[in-house]
């Protein structure tokens, strides 16, 4: 992961890439910290339960963290964007203690959920697809399960959060300035998925932009991405990159 700081005074630590990385894992940690509420399933009298309620609070620490008495951040924080939203998935969840917090807690944050999709939030939908993936991942290879199989099942998935926790390393690469990624970005990333035309228009005007003006920067793609999600819907245009081709030739006059 790329990261770098506005100052040395400042504790928080801008992420330049890798923000998938880091958001898919913080999903996969609440998740598996919830594990015990997925459905009305009772095997707290297994062997393997305990151990398990402890691995799964070590996933807990991983995500947020306390300021004095009562005062609990999320470690990491999406876009601005998004970030209320996110903050409310990793946050709250913290305090389901049963069937019925849970579900709640699920309802109310569900709702939040459908609302920033509503209102043309990639990032959201994205969110949201990730986490019913994860869901559906835990659900199907650990947690369905006849009586028989309750044990292992419960020794897979604490194996699986022992290796999470202690196997799976980041390396934090530091710059000195936003402005030092661009390169880093678009070797890395051309290696993989092609970039989009959408993907580098955006990330270049990240980077040419003073950080103090980068939250509006973001708010102003949000509204760009609702209203290109308006026209696809409408079928006025192809796709995002269709729309930015036609627009960009228009401004060249041909």
Known sequence: IF??????????TDLLDGQQRITT??????E???????????FESDRSF????????????????????DNKKAIFTTEETI??????????????????????QYEKFDIELR?????????????????SIIQ????????????????????????FIECLLTKCWLIEIPMQNHHDSIQIFESINNRGKSLTLVDKIQYKSI??????????????WKDIYSGLISLEAEGDIKSEDDFFKVFINSIAGD
Do not use: H, W
């Open 3 to 12: 990261t770098v700081k506005q100052s040395i005074s400042v504790e928080e």
């Open 25 to 30: 894992i913080q999903i996969l940690l609440r």
């Open 32 to 42: 598996l910290s919830l594990f015990q509420f997925y459905g009305n399933v009772n």
């Open 50 to 69: 305990k151990n398990l309620v402890k691995a799964a609070e070590a996933c807990k620490l991983c995500l947020t963290k306390t300021y004095g008495i």
């Open 83 to 104: 970030k209320d939203l996110f903050n409310q998935y990793i946050i709250d969840f913290d305090d389901v203690t049963s069937f019925d917090t849970y579900n709640k």
């Open 115 to 131: 609302k920033a999709i509503d209102n043309g939030s990639k990032t959201a939908e994205t969110i949201g697809n990730s986490i």
């Open 136 to 159: 559906r991942f835990l659900k199907d290879n650990y947690l369905n399960f006849t009586d028989s199989s309750i044990s292992k099942n419960l020794d897979d998935l604490y194996n």
């Open 207 to 220: 980077i040419k932009i003073s950080s103090d003006k980068l939250p509006l920067l973001r708010k102003k």
